[in-house]
């Protein structure tokens, strides 16, 4: 989330993931111990491609999501280094609702206003709170991460800390590439495995991903129209109540913390989505 640590928004889709498992994800991370240094990383990746050959994965995408992919020591330190959410409201805030980022958000929600009124139609949540989101995670798509996906995933759930739940995310990182959403090539993002103009897991991608801009994929890193409609079709399928209040006590606040757990983020979302209204 905006390059500052992995965004508990990560971890909710991780304690989420197993609900989403299909065919014998929880098997294959059995099957694959894990492992906490860089020694026995490729004989478990090469098992890890033996299970998903068994689920069905084609031997195509496993060679292009999976060739060249090694152990990722940057990932780990930035799993071991997280420290922003720790800051206090009115610290986090000022670092994020900054007069540049807000002039830049109001000039996007002008830009985009058809497109974020066909959204509202649809999915019932606000241009202001897509677009306080889409600021959030990744300077409005400027910075959308630069690790390699498949390589982050890996790495992850190769690490015995959350070994089980990031390899279901390997898993479903694979699957968007076995249907042709994206290239591995295509996929990278933060170091967490989040995908996309508004950051994405893999498998919120699978679950809420859509094809606003109906060109037949659902391309969350390059298409806007699609990350933003799947960013609202993520709230919406939470819960969002159209045309009820986002703040700290209003209904969709709690929604917003489906997005990411953390409340100083999320009241951070609720003050910029806020000041985009014109409210005061």
């Not at 098992?47 to 994965?57: F, I, N």
């Not at 983020?265 to 409210?279: N, Q």
Request: charged share 20%; hydrophobic share 45%; net charge positive.
């Amino acid at each position: 989330m905006n390059r500052l640590s992995i965004s508990a928004k990560a971890w909710s889709a991780l304690l989420a993931a197993s609900a989403l498992t299909l065919g014998a994800c929880a098997g294959s991370a059995r099957a694959a111990p894990c492992g906490s240094s860089e020694a026995g990383f490729r004989q478990w990746l090469d098992e890890v491609k033996r299970d998903a050959a068994a689920q069905g994965v084609s031997q195509r995408t496993l060679d292009a999501a999976l060739t060249g992919v090694t152990y990722d020591h940057a990932v780990i330190g930035r799993d071991r280094g997280q420290r922003i959410f720790h800051l206090s409201f009115e610290k986090f805030s000022s670092r994020l609702v900054t007069p540049a980022r807000l002039n830049k958000a109001r000039a996007l929600l002008q830009r985009h206003a058809a497109l974020l009124a066909r959204i509202e139609a649809r999915y019932g949540v606000p241009g202001a709170v897509l677009v306080a989101i889409w600021g959030l995670e990744t300077g409005f798509g400027a910075d959308n991460g630069r690790f390699r996906t498949m390589q982050a995933l890996a790495t992850l759930a190769y690490d015995c800390r959350r070994s089980a739940q990031f390899h279901e995310e390997l898993n479903h990182a694979l699957r968007i590439v076995e249907r042709g959403d994206m290239s591995p090539a295509q996929m990278r993002g933060d170091w967490a495995g989040e995908i996309g103009q508004t950051q994405f897991m893999p498998s919120s991608y699978l679950q809420y991903g859509v094809d606003f801009d109906g060109d037949g994929r659902r391309d969350l890193i390059r298409s806007t129209a699609d990350a933003l409609a799947s960013t609202a079709n993520f709230l919406k399928g939470k819960g969002w109540r159209s045309g009820a209040g986002w703040n700290e006590g209003e209904p969709n606040f709690a929604i917003l913390l489906e997005w990411n757990q953390a409340r100083v983020y999320v009241k951070t979302i609720a003050l910029l989505a806020t000041k985009l209204t014109g409210a005061p």
